[in-house]
């Protein structure tokens, strides 16, 4: 069976320091990834997502940045974090070929930018 | 993809029929319906898709008219734990499978 990981799942940082966020999927190959973040009391919004190693689209212009060094590793990175940074940060992965509304999440780090 | 309207929030109690509506007035023909289910610090679950009529799970219903621009989608017998935020999504999966949440409609069982 397929199983997704992130860590880690807590994390205080300070505002300025950088971020890397590590999210990996067992079990499949070729999936589609994603990063969602949600601020409190907010509904997620879709960061970053990859269809294949190397291939990022960026959906939201911010000081954030992803990547996919491997077929099932998705990193979330930033140079210096803002305030506004502070969130949970969720991983998904997806088969495509038309099933990729289907996804599954990871546990989450829920980050906060002190 | 179709924007979405559906309650802010609902209240139900335990051992009821719970029905939460979505709007998606622009629904274009190959988006299909889909609705997500997410408890307080954790990732959302899909729960159930659709295109037409009524599918069936393990865990929800989910009725389409035929014009298709509206969903309902049918809990059964609620119990405590379905207390979520329930989300409704429509678009077309295709490939690259961009996901736009909306607020969801808050559910709170009670005893």
């Known amino acids: 069976s397929q199983t997704i990981h992130q860590w880690p799942a807590t994390l205080v940082q300070p505002v300025g320091s950088p971020l890397s966020l590590e999210c990996t999927v067992e079990?499949?190959?070729?999936?589609?990834l994603y990063w969602y973040r949600q601020a409190a009391g907010r509904g997620l919004q879709l960061l970053f997502y990859?269809?294949?190693?190397?291939?990022i689209s960026s959906e939201v212009p911010q000081n954030l940045s992803a990547s996919r060094p491997q077929d099932r590793q998705f990193i979330l990175s930033s140079k210096k974090l803002l305030l506004s940074d502070s969130g949970f940060y969720l991983c998904?992965?997806?088969?495509?070929?038309?099933?990729?509304?289907?996804?599954?999440f990871g546990p989450g780090t829920r980050l906060t930018v002190t | 993809l179709a924007k979405t309207t559906q309650p802010i929030s609902m209240d139900s109690y335990e051992g009821q029929e719970v029905n939460i509506t979505c709007s998606h007035n622009?629904?274009?023909?190959?988006?299909?319906i889909t609705w997500y289910q997410q408890f307080p610090s954790q990732g959302p679950r899909f729960i159930i898709q659709?295109?037409?009529t009524k599918v069936t799970n393990e865990v929800a219903s989910l009725f389409i008219p035929a014009d298709r621009k509206s969903s309902t989608l049918s809990l059964p017998r609620v119990s405590l734990s379905d207390t979520a935020v329930y989300y409704c999504?429509?678009?077309?999966?295709?490939?690259?499978?961009?996901?736009?949440f909306g607020q969801g409609t808050t559910l709170q069982v009670k005893p």
């Open positions: 659709g295109y037409k």
């Open positions: 998904a992965w997806t088969l495509g070929q038309g099933r990729a509304y289907e996804q599954y």
């Open positions: 999504l429509v678009g077309y999966p295709g490939n690259t499978g961009k996901l736009i």
């Open positions: 622009n629904i274009a023909t190959n988006d299909y």
């Open positions: 990859s269809v294949g190693i190397g291939q």
């Open positions: 079990g499949t190959s070729n999936p589609n």
